[in-house]
Nanobody
Framework: QVQVVESGGGLVQAGGSLRLSCAASGRIFSINVMGWYRQAPGKQRELVAT???????NYADSVKGQFTVSRDNAKNTMYLQMNSLKPEDTAVYYC?????????WGKGTLVTVSS
């Protein structure tokens, strides 16, 4: 089993920045892809960014150049640096971790961007 826990959400004004963290624990050996997703009120969950164990990142078009995903394998932690935040970035942000074809999800952290 793998557990993932998100942290770092909160209330920020438009134009501000936040850094989210996702800590993995349990059977973390061989976790390959980790990812960030978000779900805004009334909308479906959508991909934000993913990163492989060797650091190869992929972003949704809507956040390219605005968000940066990174990963510290020694700390079993993934990060999402979010800059120039907009009200439309308001959502619950979830992280996940994939291991041997099974995806483990966290419970999410709320990011609210005020205008």
């Amino acid at each position: 089993q793998v557990q993932v826990v998100e942290s770092g959400g909160g209330l920020v004004q438009a134009g501000g920045s936040l850094r989210l963290s996702c800590a993995a624990s349990g059977r973390i050996f061989s976790i390959n892809v980790m990812g960030w997703y978000r779900q805004a009120p009334g909308k479906q969950r959508e991909l934000v960014a993913t990163i492989t164990r060797d650091g190869s990142a992929n972003y949704a078009d809507s956040v390219k150049g605005q968000f940066t995903v990174s990963r510290d394998n020694a700390k079993n932690t993934m990060y999402l640096q979010m800059n120039s935040l907009k009200p439309e970035d308001t959502a619950v942000y979830y992280c996940n971790a994939e291991r041997y074809g099974i995806t483990y999800w966290g419970k999410g952290t709320l990011v609210t961007v005020s205008s």
